[in-house]
């Protein structure tokens, strides 16, 4: 199995609710990362898991709250979002400081 | 601090033909890799190549190539013989090797477009 894999694929949710994005990959890699993409612009680092602990947090708000529950897996639990939240939210993993593999995202609209 | 530009924000290529994407880079880690990656409209990051700063031999991955040039700070993505399905968006990175560091610094990007 050689692919990360993300849920869902879409998300529209209200200023007021709460909901969780997925990430999953089974390569065996011990680091896994949270990006945010706005449309026609790279990627922005949120969140670096090594060995299931949070590595790096790059200052973002508290309404993010990520979570590795094992090496295979990591949550980003979203609350109390706001309309400029909204973007295309990519999970990535890498076997150490190596290439990265990108999951397809979840594009997450906030109303 | 690492800096990657590229210059050409949208790029057209004929298919069939080859198209290089310019990348340069500002670092003063003597150790680093370089990525490159593709980004379809669907949104997919997708990683086509990778080249260490100690690799004496440019890297290539079937009709992609990186055109890498250490004293120039430069790493040019060369894609040969351009097919429709190449049209996207095409990301430079770059990241210190070694340590715990596990941060890439992208560029902006090139979107290219394959025509037929």
């Known amino acids: 199995d050689t692919e990360v894999t993300q849920t869902p694929k879409h998300l529209v949710m209200g200023m007021t609710n709460k909901k969780s994005l997925k990430c999953e990959q089974h390569?065996?890699?011990?680091?896994m990362y949270w990006y945010k993409q706005k449309a026609k612009k790279p990627p922005e680092l949120m969140f670096v898991?090594?060995?299931?602990?949070?590595?790096i947090n790059e200052s973002v708000p508290s309404r993010f709250s990520p979570e590795c529950p094992n090496s295979s897996l990591l949550n980003l639990h979203l609350h109390a979002l706001q309309p400029e939240d909204s973007a295309l939210y990519l999970c990535?993993?890498?076997?150490?400081?190596?290439?990265?593999?990108f999951g397809p995202g979840t594009r997450l609209t906030v109303l | 601090a690492q800096k990657i530009t590229q210059t050409q924000p949208g790029m057209f290529v004929q298919e069939k033909e080859a198209v290089t994407l310019d990348c340069t880079y500002d670092t003063s880690d003597q150790s680093y890799g370089l990525f490159w990656y593709k980004q379809p409209s669907s949104g997919e990051m997708i990683f086509l190549i990778y080249q260490g700063s100690y690799d004496e031999q440019n890297a290539t991955e079937g009709r992609y190539s990186l055109n890498f040039q250490k004293a120039r700070k430069s790493a040019n993505l060369v894609i040969s013989a351009s097919q429709l399905g190449d049209s996207a968006m095409y990301f430079c990175?770059?990241?210190?090797?070694?340590?715990?560091?596990?941060?890439?610094?992208f560029g902006k990007g090139t979107l290219l477009t394959v025509n037929p």
């Open positions: 990535a993993s890498s076997y150490d400081t190596t290439e990265q593999f």
């Open positions: 990175a770059m990241r210190a090797r070694g340590g715990s560091n596990y941060k890439l610094t």
């Open positions: 898991y090594s060995y299931e602990k949070l590595s």
């Open positions: 390569m065996g890699h011990r680091a």
